[in-house]
Protein backbone atom coordinates (compact mmCIF):
# COMPACT_ATOMS: atom_id res chain seq x y z
CA UNK A 1 0.00 0.00 0.00
CA UNK A 2 2.55 2.19 0.54
CA UNK A 3 6.49 2.34 0.17
CA UNK A 4 9.03 4.90 0.94
CA UNK A 5 12.45 4.56 -0.65
CA UNK A 6 15.70 6.72 0.49
CA UNK A 7 13.69 9.61 1.56
CA UNK A 8 15.16 12.64 2.33
CA UNK A 9 14.16 15.94 3.55
CA UNK A 10 16.85 18.70 4.52
CA UNK A 11 16.23 21.91 6.39
CA UNK A 12 18.82 24.86 5.44
CA UNK A 13 21.11 21.75 5.23
CA UNK A 14 19.69 19.75 8.34
CA UNK A 15 18.90 16.32 7.62
CA UNK A 16 15.79 15.54 9.35
CA UNK A 17 14.70 12.98 7.34
CA UNK A 18 18.07 11.09 5.83
CA UNK A 19 17.47 7.83 4.07
CA UNK A 20 14.13 6.85 5.58
CA UNK A 21 12.99 3.33 4.07
CA UNK A 22 9.20 2.04 4.73
CA UNK A 23 7.10 -0.59 3.61
CA UNK A 24 3.00 -0.90 4.57
CA UNK A 25 1.01 -3.48 3.59
CA UNK A 26 -2.45 -3.63 3.01
CA UNK A 27 -4.71 -3.63 5.92
CA UNK A 28 -1.39 -3.76 8.46
CA UNK A 29 -1.08 -1.49 11.36
CA UNK A 30 2.54 -0.58 11.33
CA UNK A 31 4.43 1.93 14.51
CA UNK A 32 7.45 4.54 13.78
CA UNK A 33 9.14 4.80 16.88
CA UNK A 34 11.88 6.39 17.76
CA UNK A 35 13.61 9.04 20.04
CA UNK A 36 12.74 13.32 19.87
CA UNK A 37 13.54 14.72 17.23
CA UNK A 38 14.13 11.19 15.31
CA UNK A 39 12.12 12.12 12.29
CA UNK A 40 8.83 10.77 12.67
CA UNK A 41 6.96 13.57 12.36
CA UNK A 42 8.47 15.13 9.37
CA UNK A 43 8.47 11.72 7.68
CA UNK A 44 4.80 11.63 7.98
CA UNK A 45 4.18 15.39 6.30
CA UNK A 46 6.14 14.17 3.34
CA UNK A 47 4.00 11.38 3.03
CA UNK A 48 0.81 13.51 3.40
CA UNK A 49 2.87 16.42 1.26
CA UNK A 50 2.41 18.94 4.02
CA UNK A 51 6.38 18.89 2.93
CA UNK A 52 8.24 18.46 -0.14
CA UNK A 53 11.11 15.51 0.08
CA UNK A 54 14.27 16.78 -1.20
CA UNK A 55 15.20 13.46 -2.59
CA UNK A 56 13.79 10.12 -2.48
CA UNK A 57 10.14 8.84 -3.35
CA UNK A 58 6.47 7.70 -2.06
CA UNK A 59 4.79 5.41 -3.65
CA UNK A 60 0.99 4.33 -2.63
CA UNK A 61 -0.67 1.90 -4.30
CA UNK A 62 2.26 1.55 -6.80
CA UNK A 63 1.56 5.40 -7.75
CA UNK A 64 4.03 7.80 -7.25
CA UNK A 65 2.99 10.02 -5.01
CA UNK A 66 6.02 12.38 -4.57
CA UNK A 67 5.74 15.71 -3.75
CA UNK A 68 1.81 15.91 -4.64
CA UNK A 69 -0.07 18.55 -2.84
CA UNK A 70 -1.56 17.39 0.68
CA UNK A 71 -4.78 17.74 -1.03
CA UNK A 72 -4.52 15.51 -3.80
CA UNK A 73 -3.30 13.05 -1.66
CA UNK A 74 -5.73 13.47 0.65
CA UNK A 75 -8.10 12.59 -2.12
CA UNK A 76 -6.14 9.74 -3.19
CA UNK A 77 -7.42 7.90 0.59
CA UNK A 78 -4.23 9.04 3.24
CA UNK A 79 -5.89 10.64 5.68
CA UNK A 80 -4.16 11.78 9.01
CA UNK A 81 -4.61 13.26 13.05
CA UNK A 82 -1.33 15.56 14.11
CA UNK A 83 0.81 15.18 16.76
CA UNK A 84 -1.04 18.98 17.92
CA UNK A 85 -4.65 18.80 18.13
CA UNK A 86 -6.25 20.04 14.89
CA UNK A 87 -10.02 20.95 14.52
CA UNK A 88 -12.41 23.74 13.93
CA UNK A 89 -12.85 25.29 17.57
CA UNK A 90 -16.19 27.43 16.64
CA UNK A 91 -17.94 24.26 15.45
CA UNK A 92 -19.93 21.16 17.46
CA UNK A 93 -18.12 17.69 17.63
CA UNK A 94 -21.12 16.91 15.07
CA UNK A 95 -20.27 19.88 12.53
CA UNK A 96 -16.06 18.65 12.52
CA UNK A 97 -16.78 15.45 10.96
CA UNK A 98 -19.77 16.55 8.73
CA UNK A 99 -17.53 19.40 7.09
CA UNK A 100 -14.75 16.26 6.63
CA UNK A 101 -17.60 14.04 4.78
CA UNK A 102 -18.68 17.08 2.76
CA UNK A 103 -15.14 18.39 1.57
CA UNK A 104 -14.72 14.96 0.50
CA UNK A 105 -18.02 14.71 -1.49
CA UNK A 106 -17.22 18.14 -2.50
CA UNK A 107 -20.60 19.31 -2.26
CA UNK A 108 -21.64 22.45 -3.97
CA UNK A 109 -23.72 24.09 -0.83
CA UNK A 110 -26.72 26.14 -1.63
CA UNK A 111 -30.33 27.06 -0.64
CA UNK A 112 -31.61 23.68 -1.87
CA UNK A 113 -29.46 21.46 0.30
CA UNK A 114 -28.90 23.20 3.78
CA UNK A 115 -26.18 22.16 5.46
CA UNK A 116 -27.03 20.60 8.57
CA UNK A 117 -29.30 17.96 6.46
CA UNK A 118 -26.77 16.61 4.73
CA UNK A 119 -24.27 13.72 5.45
CA UNK A 120 -26.34 13.64 8.63
CA UNK A 121 -26.39 9.30 8.97
CA UNK A 122 -22.56 8.93 7.81
CA UNK A 123 -21.80 11.81 10.37
CA UNK A 124 -23.53 9.91 13.05
CA UNK A 125 -22.26 5.91 11.76
CA UNK A 126 -18.53 8.11 12.36
CA UNK A 127 -19.23 9.27 16.00
CA UNK A 128 -20.87 5.95 16.70
CA UNK A 129 -17.97 4.25 15.50
CA UNK A 130 -15.41 6.50 17.69
CA UNK A 131 -17.83 6.38 20.87
CA UNK A 132 -18.76 10.04 20.68
CA UNK A 133 -22.54 10.45 18.99
CA UNK A 134 -24.03 11.27 22.46
CA UNK A 135 -21.46 13.94 22.64
CA UNK A 136 -22.15 15.13 19.18
CA UNK A 137 -23.72 18.43 20.10
CA UNK A 138 -21.10 19.38 22.33
CA UNK A 139 -18.42 22.43 21.06
CA UNK A 140 -15.34 20.64 20.36
CA UNK A 141 -13.76 22.83 22.67
CA UNK A 142 -15.65 21.43 25.22
CA UNK A 143 -14.26 18.03 24.89
CA UNK A 144 -11.85 16.35 26.98
CA UNK A 145 -8.54 16.34 25.59
CA UNK A 146 -8.56 12.75 24.78
CA UNK A 147 -12.16 13.13 23.47
CA UNK A 148 -10.85 15.84 21.21
CA UNK A 149 -7.80 13.47 20.05
CA UNK A 150 -10.65 10.76 19.17
CA UNK A 151 -12.15 13.62 17.26
CA UNK A 152 -9.76 14.08 15.10
CA UNK A 153 -9.25 10.65 13.99
CA UNK A 154 -13.35 10.94 13.54
CA UNK A 155 -12.36 14.03 11.34
CA UNK A 156 -9.70 12.10 9.34
CA UNK A 157 -12.33 9.40 9.10
CA UNK A 158 -14.35 11.18 7.42
CA UNK A 159 -12.46 11.34 4.34
CA UNK A 160 -12.65 7.61 4.13
CA UNK A 161 -9.53 7.09 4.11
CA UNK A 162 -7.36 3.57 3.04
CA UNK A 163 -4.73 4.44 4.95
CA UNK A 164 -4.85 6.20 8.20
CA UNK A 165 -1.65 7.82 9.72
CA UNK A 166 -2.01 8.91 13.33
CA UNK A 167 0.83 11.35 15.07
CA UNK A 168 0.74 9.94 18.61
CA UNK A 169 -2.74 8.90 19.14
CA UNK A 170 -2.06 8.46 22.68
CA UNK A 171 0.34 11.32 23.49
CA UNK A 172 -1.21 13.11 27.08
CA UNK A 173 -4.15 10.77 27.35
CA UNK A 174 -4.88 8.78 30.80
CA UNK A 175 -4.00 5.47 31.19
CA UNK A 176 -7.96 4.72 30.77
CA UNK A 177 -8.51 6.61 28.02
CA UNK A 178 -4.91 5.13 26.15
CA UNK A 179 -6.43 1.83 26.36
CA UNK A 180 -9.39 2.77 25.06
CA UNK A 181 -7.96 4.58 22.05
CA UNK A 182 -6.02 1.26 21.59
CA UNK A 183 -8.95 -0.63 21.24
CA UNK A 184 -10.73 1.88 19.24
CA UNK A 185 -7.27 1.71 16.47
CA UNK A 186 -7.50 -2.36 16.57
CA UNK A 187 -11.22 -2.24 15.86
CA UNK A 188 -10.97 0.53 13.30
CA UNK A 189 -8.42 -1.68 11.48
CA UNK A 190 -10.72 -4.62 11.26
CA UNK A 191 -14.39 -3.17 10.80
CA UNK A 192 -13.34 -0.31 8.41
CA UNK A 193 -10.66 -2.71 6.34
CA UNK A 194 -7.98 0.77 7.35
CA UNK A 195 -4.47 0.09 7.02
CA UNK A 196 -2.94 2.01 9.95
CA UNK A 197 0.58 3.78 10.62
CA UNK A 198 1.14 5.48 13.64
CA UNK A 199 3.91 6.87 15.64
CA UNK A 200 4.17 6.43 19.47
CA UNK A 201 6.34 7.00 22.45
CA UNK A 202 4.83 4.61 24.31
CA UNK A 203 6.71 1.18 24.17
CA UNK A 204 3.37 -0.62 25.60
CA UNK A 205 1.06 0.70 22.94
CA UNK A 206 3.19 0.13 20.29
CA UNK A 207 4.08 -3.62 21.06
CA UNK A 208 0.43 -4.13 22.17
CA UNK A 209 -1.18 -3.07 18.57
CA UNK A 210 1.71 -2.77 15.88
CA UNK A 211 2.26 -5.70 13.61
CA UNK A 212 5.21 -4.68 11.85
CA UNK A 213 7.68 -1.17 14.02
CA UNK A 214 10.12 0.72 11.91
CA UNK A 215 12.72 2.64 13.76
CA UNK A 216 14.09 5.89 12.87
CA UNK A 217 17.16 7.46 14.41
CA UNK A 218 18.39 10.83 13.57
CA UNK A 219 16.52 10.91 10.26
CA UNK A 220 17.59 7.07 9.44
CA UNK A 221 15.49 4.16 9.36
CA UNK A 222 17.69 1.35 11.44
CA UNK A 223 15.14 -1.51 11.55
CA UNK A 224 12.07 -2.40 10.35
CA UNK A 225 9.55 -5.83 10.85
CA UNK A 226 8.10 -7.72 13.26
CA UNK A 227 7.96 -7.23 16.76
CA UNK A 228 9.77 -9.44 18.23
CA UNK A 229 12.74 -9.19 15.71
CA UNK A 230 12.56 -5.63 16.63
CA UNK A 231 12.62 -6.29 20.11
CA UNK A 232 15.64 -8.60 20.07
CA UNK A 233 17.34 -6.24 16.90
CA UNK A 234 21.00 -5.24 18.93
CA UNK A 235 21.61 -1.71 16.93
CA UNK A 236 17.68 -1.01 17.78
CA UNK A 237 18.68 -1.95 21.53
CA UNK A 238 21.56 0.33 21.52
CA UNK A 239 20.04 2.57 19.88
CA UNK A 240 16.68 3.06 21.70
CA UNK A 241 15.40 0.34 23.52
CA UNK A 242 18.28 0.34 26.05
CA UNK A 243 17.62 -1.83 28.87
CA UNK A 244 13.84 -2.16 28.62
CA UNK A 245 13.85 -4.97 26.26
N1 LIG B 1 10.35 23.07 9.66
C1 LIG B 1 11.51 22.72 10.24
N2 LIG B 1 12.61 23.47 10.11
C2 LIG B 1 13.78 23.13 10.67
N3 LIG B 1 13.96 21.98 11.39
C3 LIG B 1 12.89 21.19 11.55
C4 LIG B 1 11.61 21.50 10.99
N4 LIG B 1 10.75 20.51 11.32
C5 LIG B 1 11.45 19.64 12.07
N5 LIG B 1 12.73 20.04 12.20
C6 LIG B 1 13.79 19.32 12.92
O1 LIG B 1 13.88 18.03 12.36
C7 LIG B 1 14.14 17.06 13.38
C8 LIG B 1 13.07 16.00 13.32
O2 LIG B 1 11.86 16.56 13.84
P1 LIG B 1 10.51 15.73 13.93
O3 LIG B 1 9.48 16.65 14.46
O4 LIG B 1 10.24 15.07 12.63
O5 LIG B 1 10.91 14.62 15.01
P2 LIG B 1 9.98 13.57 15.75
O6 LIG B 1 10.66 12.23 15.57
O7 LIG B 1 8.58 13.67 15.29
O8 LIG B 1 10.13 14.01 17.28
P3 LIG B 1 9.06 13.92 18.49
O9 LIG B 1 9.16 12.50 18.97
O10 LIG B 1 9.60 14.88 19.50
O11 LIG B 1 7.71 14.28 17.98
C9 LIG B 1 14.20 17.83 14.70
O12 LIG B 1 15.55 18.07 15.00
C10 LIG B 1 13.46 19.11 14.40
O13 LIG B 1 13.92 20.17 15.19
MG1 LIG C 1 6.81 14.14 16.23
Redesign the pocket.
Known sequence: MLQVKKLV?S??G?L??NGAELTVGKGQIVAVI????????????LITGH?VPSQGTIEFKERDITGLSPHKICHMGISRSF?LINIFPKLTVFENVQVSILSRKRKILNMFSPTKKMMVEETYRILGKVGLADKAHSLSTSLSYGDQKILEMAIALGNEPELLLL??PTAGMSPEETASTIKLIKELASSEGLTILF?E?DLDVVFGIAEKIMV?QQ?RTIAQGLPADIKSDKLVQAAYLGEEC
Open positions: KFDFAVGPNGAGKTTLFNLQDETHMG
